[in-house]
């Protein structure tokens, strides 16, 4: 359940930033996510190890809630831009 919530969560500040953001700053706030939402990952990965889980459980489920809001992010910043 914190996976799909962390997910949720990812999709919906990129979401956010980047409707906020003008079509020609698409491609930096994708990049600011990007970054930001990397350094969310790797807190929850650190998290998830303290708690008695080895990196070998938890780097799959981390890779899927780094990479499913960041290639949002960019694939809206893309489209955006191709218009």
Same mark, same amino acid.
């Given at each position: 359940?914190?996976?799909?919530?962390?997910?949720?969560?990812?999709?919906?500040?990129? #979401?956010?930033? /980047?409707?906020?953001?003008?079509?020609?700053?698409?491609?930096?706030? %994708?990049?600011?996510?990007?970054? *930001? !939402? =990397?350094?969310?990952?790797?807190?929850?990965?650190?998290?998830?190890?303290?708690? #008695?889980?080895? /990196?070998?459980?938890?780097?799959?489920?981390?890779?899927?809630?780094? %990479?499913?809001?960041?290639?949002? *992010? !960019? =694939?809206?910043?893309?489209?955006?831009?191709?218009?």
């Amino acid at each position: 359940m914190r996976t799909l919530i962390l997910i949720v969560v990812g999709l919906v500040i990129v #979401g956010i930033a /980047l409707w906020s953001a003008g079509a020609g700053r698409r491609r930096l706030v %994708a990049a600011l996510f990007t970054v *930001g !939402w =990397l350094v969310v990952v790797l807190w929850n990965l650190r998290t998830g190890m303290s708690h #008695g889980y080895s /990196l070998q459980e938890e780097l799959p489920i981390q890779l899927l809630i780094f %990479a499913v809001p960041v290639a949002a *992010g !960019w =694939l809206l910043a893309w489209k955006a831009r191709a218009r």
